[in-house]
């Protein structure tokens, strides 16, 4: 059984992010994404001559990782003239949001605060950081009233 983007994979887009089932990426699952966010549908070869020369990876471990993903419903295909080809059935946004609140639970028990203090006094914040997180904050405070 394939995966047919165009039977609800990437195409169909109703869902909002939250409630899309869930997908943990490992590092190696986040470069092929990546790679297919950047450009996609992209056939199997498109990826080894992107990834190889960065990752040193060779064509059966794309293969197998692109496999993981397909089962995870993360990537799905479609048959090219040649060669299938894949896209990412997730945006990038919702995989980030998904991470993002893993590691936040699985972490710092769910504690913004927490997190955010931990990167201040390990590497410190900058002027640049501060005001960031300034902005998301009063925007953050709009929307709750």
């Known amino acids: 059984m394939h995966n ?11 869902e909002t992010l939250m409630e ?10 986040w470069r092929i994404m990546e ?4 450009q996609s549908p992209r056939t ?27 089962v995870k419903g993360a990537v799905a295909y479609t048959e090219g003239r ?7 059935t997730i945006p ?3 995989a980030a949001l998904q991470e993002t609140e893993s590691l936040l639970h699985r972490v710092y028990r769910g ?3 927490m997190m955010v203090n ?3 006094d390990g590497r410190g914040l900058s002027r640049e950081d501060i005001a960031d997180l300034t902005a998301i904050l009063e925007r953050a405070r709009e929307e709750q009233a």
């Open 20 to 29: 899309k089932k869930p997908v943990s990426l490992s590092a190696g699952e």
């Open 92 to 94: 990038r946004e919702q």
């Open 44 to 70: 199997l070869t498109e990826m080894v001559r992107a990834l190889g020369p960065v990752t040193g990876w060779s064509k059966s471990t794309i293969v197998t990782m692109v496999g993981r993903l397909e």
């Open 4 to 14: 047919d983007v165009s039977q609800g994979g990437a195409a169909a887009g109703k």
């Open 118 to 120: 931990t990167l201040a």
């Open 111 to 113: 504690s913004v605060g």
């Open 35 to 38: 790679c297919l966010w950047e």
């Open 82 to 88: 040649k060669a299938r080809q894949y896209a990412p």
